[in-house]
T-cell receptor, first 116, second 115 residues
Framework: AQTVTQSQPEMSVQEAETVTLSCTYDTSENNYYLFWYKQPPSRQMILVIRQEAYKQQNATENRFSVNFQKAAKSFSLKISDSQLGDTAMYFCAFMKHSQGAQKLVFGQGTRLTINP | NAGVTQTPKFQVLKTGQSMTLQCAQDMNHNSMYWYRQDPGMGLRLIYYSASEGTTDKGEVPNGYNVSRLNKREFSLRLESAAPSQTSVYFC??????????????FGSGTRLTVV
């Protein structure tokens, strides 16, 4: 079974700073997807970024980028020029790449606070 | 707007009462899921459905039942609510491999309190 670990329960940075959230996972699969989801106080789960394991290039979405280290099974999220609206819970998640109802496995989450 | 719709958004139950959480998606997805979210534990899978007419247990199925009524709707039922079922519940659906939106789309969640 796959497991996802987020070792930072809480983080806090000043507005405009850069912050990196850590995530490690354990799997014997070779083809899979990794995700970062954001959950603001509204409770909505919002997809931030997605990485396909077969792609060596790290995914980027505007101020959000990942550092994907497949051999080390590490998938960190970097937020550049952080904004007050980035304050949220962030969840790392893993999913096998195959047909059928593949399940998303979540980490425990990191609560990120951006201070003015 | 296309997406996943969950009802209700909030609910308070007394121990032993029953209720059904409703979920519907309009993206023509085959796979649908029910998760619960508890502090410090992330989201854990309760049940899922690969397609209309099929359902399977996830990580924490005890105390719950599900029905995949049709391709759009996937409901979660608590037959006899217990305080341990106090949680936030999320429904989600997943696009097929190769689709531009591959990945999960979540509903807005239901906060359930059992007293």
């Amino acid at each position: 079974a796959q497991t996802v670990t987020q070792s930072q329960p809480e983080m806090s940075v000043q507005e405009a700073e850069t912050v990196t959230l850590s995530c490690t996972y354990d799997t014997s699969e070779n083809n899979y997807y990794l995700f970062w989801y954001k959950q603001p106080p509204s409770r909505q789960m919002i997809l931030v970024i997605r990485q396909e394991a077969y792609k060596q290039q790290n995914a980027t979405e505007n101020r959000f980028s990942v550092n994907f280290q497949k051999a080390a099974k590490s998938f960190s999220l970097k937020i550049s020029d952080s904004q007050l609206g980035d304050t949220a819970m962030y969840f790392c998640a893993f999913m096998k790449h195959s047909q059928g109802a593949q399940k998303l496995v979540f980490g425990q989450g990191t609560r990120l606070t951006i201070n003015p | 707007n296309a997406g996943v719709t969950q009802t209700p958004k909030f609910q308070v139950l007394k121990t032993g009462q029953s209720m059904t959480l409703q979920c519907a998606q309009d993206m023509n997805h085959n796979s649908m899921y029910w998760y619960r979210q508890d502090p410090g534990m992330g989201l854990r899978l309760i049940y899922y459905s690969a397609s209309e007419g099929t359902t399977d247990k996830g990580e924490v199925p005890n105390g719950y039942n599900v029905s995949r009524l049709n391709k759009r709707e996937f409901s979660l039922r608590l037959e006899s609510a217990a305080p341990s079922q106090t949680s936030v519940y999320f429904c989600a659906s997943r696009g097929d491999i190769g689709s531009a939106r591959y990945g999960y789309t979540f509903g807005s969640g239901t906060r359930l309190t059992v007293v």
